[in-house]
């Protein structure tokens, strides 16, 4: 059965203070890790897929990276409109999508 | 571009009553799903239709019905509406089971 662990369930940071969240999976033949920004009231919007081990993927102050075993994405110099619900998931061949439960991040000003 | 569209954006029911959740999208994509999120539960397929004219079920299909209307349209329906049904529902669409494109979410209460 394919499994998402995401960690930590929160995590609150300072403006500046950069961080990781982690996503560890188990899945039978990975066909693509997936990270969504979920922000309240609205949904998931797309933000990284990563395919192969060692595989990195930028934009703005995100990273997300990818080992055989999890993910992580890191967030350099956070700003407060980074605050989000940020949801990995994992994709088998040709199968649907199983996501984590997410990490609900603050950044404080 | 408007993307996923759902309808309604809110709605309240009470116990045994029927509705239907109303899903378009515009961007040509093949596939499409419906998802539940709760509190704690993360996202949870209901229902995918990977194309027009095919549907599946996903994690949680009991209680629900789907209707693939055309490429566009994706209709997730409550016959008998359950407490246990409240929840948010998402409609996505995707090209060929890659990366997913959410609508705003249905808010359901069930009374």
């Known amino acids: 059965e394919d499994q998402v662990t995401q960690s930590p369930e929160a995590l609150r940071l300072q403006e500046g203070e950069s961080s990781s969240l982690n996503c560890s999976y188990t899945?039978?033949?990975?066909?693509?890790l997936f990270w969504y920004r979920q922000d309240p009231g609205k949904g998931p919007e797309f933000l990284f897929t990563?395919?192969?081990a060692g595989e990195e993927k930028e934009k703005e102050r995100l990273k997300a990276t990818l080992t055989k075993k999890e993910s992580f994405l890191h967030i350099t110099a956070p700003k407060p409109e980074d605050s989000a619900t940020y949801l990995c998931?994992?994709?088998?061949?040709?199968?649907?999508?199983?996501f984590g439960k997410g990490t609900m991040l603050l950044v404080s000003p | 571009n408007a993307g996923v569209t759902q309808t309604p954006k809110f709605q309240v029911l009470k116990t045994g009553q029927s509705m239907t959740l109303q899903c378009a999208q515009d961007m040509n994509h093949n596939s499409m799903y419906w998802y539940r999120q709760d509190p704690g539960m993360g996202l949870r397929l209901i229902y995918y239709s990977a194309s027009e004219g095919t549907t599946d079920k996903g994690e949680v299909p009991n209680g629900y019905n789907v209707s693939r209307l055309n490429k566009r349209e994706f209709s997730l329906r409550l016959e008998s509406a359950a407490p246990s049904q409240t929840s948010v529902y998402f409609c996505?669409?995707?090209?060929?089971?890659?990366?997913?494109?959410f609508g705003e979410g249905s808010r359901l209460t069930v009374l």
């Open positions: 899945v039978s033949g990975l066909r693509g």
């Open positions: 998931a994992v994709q088998p061949q040709y199968s649907t999508l199983t």
């Open positions: 996505a669409s995707s090209r060929d089971f890659r990366e997913l494109f």
């Open positions: 990563l395919y192969s």
